[in-house]
């Protein structure tokens, strides 16, 4: 099985790419800080690295550095994820032996997952091989068989969490607007409605609670299609939404990427087909 070790401090990335990645059948290993990276990698022996560069402790850079002293780079592929993507970063980088380079606000976990496969056979394959000897996906995206799908209203005042679900929504082919709070959300649908929202419980100001409670109210909003996207799991919570008409309910901590396009296309059939 092979060993990929996340180095990065912004626990929600960490914990969507560290679950993606256990998806797809990979070991993943995983530091919050640069301090004590490189003893890591001499113990662990990981097959790649996805490395932050801003961290605390020691940075991406200076990790880089040692791992570059120590003679391991030549041999071990590494990805930076960076805030920024600046020339600079990108070049220093380069010379040092990486092997290629994300920007935070522009990949979701599929992307981390297919600059990997470049340089780790990845446990698990989506793709097989036709009678010409072209590779092709087996399930294909929205965006493959044509056509927008749709809007959906994405509410979630976290702004990577939201920018994951916008990345992904427009992959599988949905027209996606954004909203950061709850009043941002009921503002957005008194001008116009979309197919289905995602919607975050817990938000400064009007929570998600208090949109569902005026969208039921309100009749133009009353049968739209919700799918809650919550840090609360607790039944009691789940009920309350259950009693406000939500299609289905999503614990963060507890779901893939990839099973938003499912879970929204089950509700579309079961609301409007």
Do not use: C, W
């Not at 522009?106 to 470049?118: H, W």
């Amino acid at each position: 099985m092979p060993k990929i070790l996340v180095v990065e401090d912004e626990k929600s990335l960490l914990a969507a790419i560290q679950i993606k990645l256990q998806n797809e059948g990979y070991e993943v290993l995983t530091a919050t800080d640069g301090l004590g990276v490189v003893d890591k990698v001499k113990n662990e022996k990981p097959d790649a690295i996805l490395l932050d560069i801003f961290l605390p402790g020691k940075s991406g850079m200076d990790i880089l550095e040692d791992l570059n002293r120590e003679g391991i780079l030549k041999s071990l592929p590494v990805i930076i994820i960076s805030n920024s993507g600046q020339n600079v970063e990108i070049e220093r980088s380069q010379k040092l032996g990486v092997k290629d380079f994300l920007v935070k606000t522009d990949f979701t976990p599929q992307d981390v997952l297919d600059k990997l496969n470049k340089f780790v056979s990845s446990p698990k394959s989506n793709k097989t091989i036709n009678m010409q000897g072209e590779t092709k996906n087996q399930t294909p995206t929205a965006q493959d068989q044509g056509g927008i799908r749709g809007l959906v209203l994405v509410v979630e005042d976290d702004a990577f969490l939201r920018k994951l679900l916008v990345n992904k929504l427009k992959k599988d082919g949905f027209e996606v607007a954004e909203a950061t709070s709850g009043k941002e959300a009921l503002e957005f649908l008194k001008g116009k409605l979309p197919i289905i929202v995602l919607l975050d419980l817990v938000m400064p100001g009007i929570d998600g609670f208090q949109v569902l409670e005026e969208m039921r109210r309100n009749p133009e909003t009353k049968e739209l299609p919700v799918i809650v996207l919550s840090n609360l799991g607790e039944p009691e919570q789940m009920e309350r939404t259950k009693r406000l008409g939500v299609d289905d309910y999503l614990v963060k901590a507890h779901f893939f990427l990839d099973e938003i396009q499912d879970k929204i296309d089950k509700v579309i059939a079961k609301r409007y087909l």
